[in-house]
Nanobody, 116 residues
Framework: QGPFVESGGGLVQPGESLRLSCVAAGNIFASYDMGWYRQAPGKQRELVARITRSGNTNYADSVKGRFSISRDGADDTMYLQMNSLKSEDTAVYYC??????????WGQGTQVTVSS
C-alpha cells in the first residue's frame, strides 16, 4: 500500500462531471511531479494527466480539453476535474508521484463508471 489515498469516484452518466482527490502523507507533492493514472478493465494502466512541481500540466490526447489537473500545496491535495465524461473514461483512477515512471506503490484507487 502506497502513501496515496484517492477519492471522489462514482457512477455518472455520459456528459456529467466528477472531481477526484488525492491526498498523500509526507511532503511528496512538494518534492515530485505528480500524475493521475487510470486502468480500464483488460487494459494497461495509463497516465492521463501530469502536473510538475512548478505547475505545468500535460494531458493524454484522450482527455485533453475535458480534464484538468491541479494541486493545493497548502493541504497536500491533488485534484482531477473531469468534465464531459464518456463511457471510455470508465476505469479505476490512481495518483502517484512520477519521474518518468511512477515512484511509489499504488493505492486503492477510485472507481469511475460512466454509463447511461
Amino acid at each position: 500500500q502506497g502513501p496515496f489515498v484517492e477519492s471522489g469516484g462514482g457512477l455518472v452518466q455520459p456528459g456529467e462531471s466528477l472531481r477526484l482527490s488525492c491526498v498523500a502523507a509526507g511532503n511528496i507533492f512538494a518534492s515530485y511531479d505528480m500524475g493521475w493514472y487510470r486502468q480500464a478493465p483488460g487494459k494497461q494502466r495509463e497516465l492521463v494527466a501530469r502536473i510538475t512541481r512548478s505547475g505545468n500540466t500535460n494531458y493524454a490526447d484522450s482527455v485533453k480539453g475535458r480534464f484538468s489537473i491541479s494541486r493545493d500545496g497548502a493541504d497536500d491535495t491533488m485534484y482531477l476535474q473531469m468534465n464531459s465524461l464518456k463511457s471510455e473514461d470508465t476505469a479505476v483512477y490512481y495518483c502517484n508521484a512520477q519521474r518518468g515512471v511512477p515512484l511509489y506503490p499504488w493505492g486503492q484507487g477510485t472507481q469511475v463508471t460512466v454509463s447511461s
